[in-house]
C-alpha cells in the first residue's frame, strides 16, 4: 500500500487534472505552491484525487495489461511484422 502524503509527479500522459491530480507547468513555483495549497485547504478533493489516481494506475500499469502487451510485441516480431506500438508497452 502507498503511503499518504506522497506527493508523486508525473505528466499530462498518466494525470488527469483535477480529476486524478493536479497539473502544473513545468518551472512554476507559483503554480506549484498554488496547486499544494489547494491540496491542503481540501482534503476531501485530495482524498478523491488520489483514489481515482490509483484506480487509473491499477488498470493501466496491471500485470496482466503488462503481460498482453508484451505478449503481443513477441508475436508480432515471431511473425516479422514491424511493432509499431511500442509506446503502448511498458518495458
Known sequence: MTPRGILYIANSASVEDGVTGLLVPQGSVDALASAMLRVLRDPAA???M???GRRTAEVRF???RFVSSVETLY???LRGEEYRRCSS???
Request: glycine residues 6%.
Open 62 to 64: 496491471s500485470r496482466q
Open 46 to 48: 485530495a482524498q478523491r
Open 75 to 77: 508475436d508480432d516480431l
Open 89 to 91: 508497452v511498458m518495458l
Open 50 to 52: 488520489g483514489e481515482a
